[in-house]
């Protein structure tokens, strides 16, 4: 059973930064991918950054491009989204997702099949 965990959200300035985890457990497939979503209240749920679990290319929305950067461990199966240089508008619930029918990078929300139960970043200007 694949069980995705988020951590790391919280309350920040405008302009300070806030690293989110996610702890994947029971991803035993050969090939898949991993991306990091967000949802504002009353809004969509939109992508924010990809990456390919065996080879570590990314792809990142372009709002966030250049401020936030994803990682992955193996080691400890855990994704990373390192985020800087927040605005408010970044202000969301934060989601990891696995996309585990494929190693192409993902920005779609629903292709992914597994969720995390999301993370609050709430950022204050």
């Known amino acids: 059973q694949v069980r995705l965990v988020e951590s790391g959200g919280g309350l920040v300035q405008a302009g300070g930064s806030l690293r989110l985890s996610c702890a994947a457990s029971g991803l035993t497939f050969s090939r898949f991918v991993m991306g990091w979503f967000r949802q504002a209240p009353g809004k969509e749920r939109d992508f924010v950054a990809t990456?390919?679990?065996?080879?570590?290319?990314?792809y990142y929305a372009d709002s966030v491009k250049g401020r936030f950067t994803i990682s992955k461990d193996n080691a400890k199966n855990t994704v990373y989204l390192q985020m800087d240089s927040l605005k408010p508008e970044d202000t969301a619930v934060y989601y990891c997702?696995?996309?585990?029918?494929?190693?192409?990078?993902?920005?779609?929300?629903?292709?992914?099949?597994?969720w995390g139960q999301g993370t609050q970043v709430t950022v204050s200007s």
């Open positions: 997702a696995a996309d585990t029918t494929t190693f192409i990078l993902n920005t779609r929300p629903r292709e992914y099949d597994y």
């Open positions: 990456i390919n679990w065996n080879y570590g290319s990314t």
